[in-house]
């Protein structure tokens, strides 16, 4: 199986638990070396980082590839 994986993806979005105009997004690197917590964005955010830099929802198993 071919596995190419990304260096940049959403983890999860979930509802604000305190806006509900807003969401959590999840989104890590596999070059961060101390991974960031989840941030608090509005959906605009989460639109734009996904249509201008192409950023998508992160594979099952990210970073590691599948193993079968």
Same mark, same amino acid.
């Not at 983890?11 to 989840?38: F, G």
């Not at 980082?49 to 099952?60: D, G, K, T």
């Given at each position: 199986m071919d596995y190419d994986s990304i260096d940049?993806? *959403?983890? %999860? *979005? @979930?509802? %604000?638990e305190t806006n509900p105009e807003r969401v959590v997004v999840d989104? &890590? %690197?596999?070059?961060?070396? %101390? &991974?960031q917590k989840p941030l608090e964005v509005s959906? @605009?955010?989460?639109?734009?980082?996904?249509?201008r830099?192409?950023?998508v929802m992160c594979p099952p198993g990210w970073p590691? &590839? &599948?193993t079968e």
């Amino acid at each position: 199986m071919d596995y190419d994986s990304i260096d940049l993806c *959403i983890r %999860s *979005i @979930t509802p %604000s638990e305190t806006n509900p105009e807003r969401v959590v997004v999840d989104m &890590p %690197s596999r070059y961060d070396p %101390s &991974p960031q917590k989840p941030l608090e964005v509005s959906l @605009t955010v989460v639109d734009f980082i996904q249509e201008r830099y192409n950023v998508v929802m992160c594979p099952p198993g990210w970073p590691t &590839p &599948p193993t079968e």
